[in-house]
């Protein structure tokens, strides 16, 4: 931790991200590069025991937070969660994250999906065990947010992704079903998420243009993640959406979502911001790859290359990596990233 | 259109399920400043707890869909503050002398006072001493009352945005108060002193001088007045030349606007102390008892959430219904709580408040409309409890005790060198003769059995004593 840096600091990291969506510039950029479920290793915990057991995950979490001195609590482990509350089989290797094994539809038809109660839903709880953990524990200082996957993303997660990327053109019926009961499921997981102290942040990796076409986007999954925005607006929350892989040829798309914050991954920051910036806040977007493989030095001058452009965007911008942090990511290249950040990321004086 | 349940206090999760069943239409509907873009205010509880409101968990409130506006609208003050700056409103601090800087400055167009020490409750609601800490590593003394959580709030700049002026009141106000204002003068903060008289006694100290007798009984010397409306001049004079503008005809719409509000709060009190049942709670009634010092930064949108309470409770008392039992025994509360929490506990004990002495009664009579106006205004500030003796702020309570109306009294004591701290014992003793519990309000998260039963004895011989 660079404590000549800290030292400056004014604000907590709830501060910061409370003045960031009322639209007022922080005392410097929030820096909330996607530490997930690399929070286990940090912990030292099986990564099985980090997605099944929601004090473990906030824990793991809260160890992470105090290694990196990151602006949030970044409660996630991956995008099946919900189609797994809703029937699909995942497997639990002890050291791997989950592995969809049985997508729903491919044994039952789409009458058979019961909308699941987050309560008791399979690993729903775990996630609202995480957030009432971590809230009590520092959520006066820290944003606690939990990562919902939207509803073209747990679709494909209840399908053959093959079967239903094919459906997508042959059966747009079938598959716009599929789309209400996941967007119904979502809300509903959202909504105990927001009664137990979380801010949700939609996931929709599926619907990136590294798997579908923008015309697909279009039309399936952009209504659904505008349709659980405006829901999440009627709290008037501030919604990050994040899409990962490559989303250039949906740029113009993502006003059309409500989003307040767009997370991007594989695209040129500068044409996000020229696109963008003055319409959404900006999240990202440091290459993941680069922040497993290069060394701290490199980190180093490429987040404060990044941090040069993205702290310019004129609504608000945080400092990220572009998907999550990979799991065995060394930790002296994420303490690099987010020392950086801190040396480049200052508004104020 | 919502429609009100039976009425009750619920918890958060209860709210969140009430909120569903309200149309997108009507959430969008109620806004502050007119503004539909940032200017929605209807939301539960549970959105202000995502954004670091711990302690909304632990609370119970109004059922009714006035309460949902209120605290919608009280919740969202910061952000407001935030989006006045940014609309290019004048944002005005007026500091320490609890209800009358704000209806001067809001005679000027544009111009949006409020009161930055009300941030004493932030703690508490976020159950967080990110504040206090802060204060105390600023210099402000641990020991000082809550209210220095201000200092920490200027240095920060992230709870209310950077003042165009500041007004902050000295003398005879609380002594931690000016205290904490002159580190936040450290700061580099620009601060417009204001003093304000102690109010002796006429016919016991100054009997030679002219003098002054209000409605409520108090005689005072006439200079004390006259050098209120000096000061009161002097702030006019200073936002004069900040707005450009010196139009005295609005200081009387003004005052005829303090006096709406004050009258509806009354008839919101009167209501609820008189009914049988009680038709709202007492921590809803403390959070509309200090509106009345400037309208939480939109006083006209405050005023018809206030016609909108009023309604409710007329209801409920027309119905006979309310939110306690009816055997929940009436008592007077000295001093405002900082923490929320025991204004639901005390209720929950069986008790119900129906006289307040929160140190803001200038903030709750009417101003003589029929006078010059800083000369009303000032005779209006020269009734407040917080410039007299002490026999004279626990007056009415006494009364009350006499006639019946209540049968205990509560006084909440808080760490610190002024009014509230040193006040308490001399309280006490003047009402030596009654039932009366003292208990220090603790820090964040310091509320223990040991605190809560007292409460509970308390409410148990306040009960057995009807036997």
Not at chain 1, 125 to 134: G, M, Q, S, T
Not at chain 1, 176 to 184: A, D, G, K
Not at chain 2, 234 to 241: D, F
Not at chain 2, 432 to 439: E, F, Y
Request: proline share 6%; hydrophobic share 40%; net charge negative.
């Amino acid at each position: 931790m660079n404590e000549g840096n800290s030292k400056r600091e004014i604000l907590t990291p709830r501060e910061r991200f409370g003045l960031l969506v009322i639209d007022e510039k922080p005392d410097r950029c929030n820096i909330i590069p996607l530490i997930t479920s690399h929070a286990a290793h940090i912990a030292r915990i099986p990564l099985s025991k980090y997605y099944t057991d929601g004090k473990a995950m906030a824990q793991a979490q809260i160890i992470a937070l105090e290694e990196y001195r990151h602006d949030a609590i970044n409660l996630f482990s991956e995008v099946g969660i919900i189609a797994e509350a809703m029937g699909s089989i995942f497997e639990y290797p002890e050291n791997d994250l989950p592995l969809l094994k049985t997508p729903f539809l491919t044994q039952s038809s789409l009458s058979d999906i019961k909308l699941p109660n987050p309560q008791n839903a399979k690993r729903l709880p775990v996630y609202l065990e995480a957030i009432d953990y971590a809230y009590n524990a520092i959520g006066d200082k820290i944003p606690i947010l939990a990562y919902v996957p939207a509803p073209f993303t747990t679709g494909m997660m209840l399908s053959d992704p093959n079967q239903f990327l094919i459906q997508t053109i042959k059966q747009p019926k079938l598959i716009t079903e599929i789309m209400e009961i996941s967007l119904q499921a979502a809300i509903e997981f959202c909504y105990h998420i927001i009664n137990a102290g979380g801010l949700p942040v939609l996931v929709d990796p599926l619907a990136s243009s590294s798997v579908v076409s923008p015309k697909t986007y279009e039309k399936f999954a952009l209504p659904y993640e505008q349709r659980l925005i405006d829901f999440l607006h009627r709290y008037d929350l501030d919604i990050i959406l994040h899409i990962c892989g490559d989303t250039e040829p949906i740029l113009d798309l993502f006003p059309m979502t409500g989003a307040d914050l767009i997370s991007v991954d594989r695209v040129d920051l500068s044409l996000v911001l020229e696109k963008l910036s003055d319409k959404i806040r900006i999240v990202g977007n440091f290459n993941t790859s680069k922040i497993a493989f290069s060394s701290p030095a490199e980190i180093r001058q490429q987040v404060g290359e990044m941090l040069k452009i993205g702290k310019e965007s004129p609504k608000g911008y945080i400092a990220a990596t572009g998907c999550e942090i990979p799991i065995t990511t060394p930790v002296e290249n994420v303490k690099a990233f987010i020392e950086s950040a801190k040396e480049n990321a200052w508004y104020w004086d | 259109m919502f429609k009100d349940l039976e009425p009750q206090k619920i918890t958060l999760s209860e709210w969140s399920e009430q909120f569903r069943q309200i149309e997108d239409a009507i959430i969008s509907k109620y806004t502050y400043y007119d503004n539909n873009k940032w200017g929605a205010y209807l939301q539960p509880p549970a959105s202000f707890m995502v954004y670091g409101a711990r302690e909304l968990r632990r609370l119970k409130f109004d059922n009714s869909f006035a309460a949902l506006r209120l605290w919608g609208f009280v919740f969202n003050e910061s952000e407001r503050l935030f989006r006045a700056h940014q609309s290019k409103k004048k944002i005005i601090a007026t500091m320490g002398d609890l209800g009358i800087v704000p209806i001067i400055v809001l005679a000027f167009p544009n111009c949006i006072p409020f009161y930055p020490e009300c941030i004493w409750w932030t703690p508490f609601f976020n159950e967080s001493t990110v504040l206090l800490d802060k204060a105390s590593e600023l210099g402000a003394p641990e020991a000082a009352c809550f209210a220095r959580a201000v200092l920490a709030a200027y240095f920060k700049k992230a709870y209310f945005p950077k003042p165009d002026r500041i007004f902050a009141s000295t003398g005879a106000t609380c002594d931690d108060f000016s205290s904490i204002m002159q580190s936040v003068e450290h700061l580099g903060y620009d601060i417009i002193w204001l003093e304000v008289p102690q109010r002796r006694d006429s016919v016991k100290h100054t009997q030679s001088e002219p003098s002054v007798k209000t409605t409520d009984g108090y005689e005072y010397p006439k200079r004390y007045e006259e050098y209120l409306v000096k000061e009161y001049e002097r702030v006019w004079a200073e936002m004069a030349k900040l707005t450009g503008v010196d139009e005295k005809k609005f200081l009387r719409q003004s005052i005829k606007k303090a006096n709406r509000l004050r009258r509806v709060v009354t008839s919101i009190k009167t209501m609820s102390a008189e009914a049988d049942i009680a038709p709202f709670p007492a921590l809803e009634l403390m959070t509309i008892e200090f509106g009345n010092l400037y309208g939480y930064a939109d006083i006209d949108e405050w005023l018809d959430i206030l016609e909108a309470v009023k309604e409710t409770i007329t209801k409920r008392v027309k119905n006979n219904k309310g939110v306690l039992s009816k055997d929940a025994v009436p008592i007077a509360w000295i001093s405002p709580s900082p923490d929320p929490y025991l204004l639901n506990y005390v209720e929950d004990m069986g008790l119900r408040v129906v006289e307040t002495e929160y140190v803001i009664n200038q903030a709750l009579v009417e101003i003589d409309e029929g006078l010059d106006h800083f000369r009303a205004l000032a005779r209006s500030f020269m009734q407040a409890s917080l410039i007299g003796s002490t026999a004279q702020r626990i007056s009415s309570i006494n009364k009350a005790m006499r006639t019946g109306k209540i049968e205990g009294i509560l006084i909440t004591n808080m760490l610190g060198g002024s009014h509230c701290a040193m006040e308490t014992k001399l309280m006490e003793r003047l009402l030596q003769d009654k039932p009366v519990l003292a208990i220090d309000v603790p820090a964040p998260f310091g509320i223990t059995e040991q605190v809560k039963t007292r409460l509970q004895a308390f409410a148990e011989v306040l009960h057995e004593r009807r036997k």
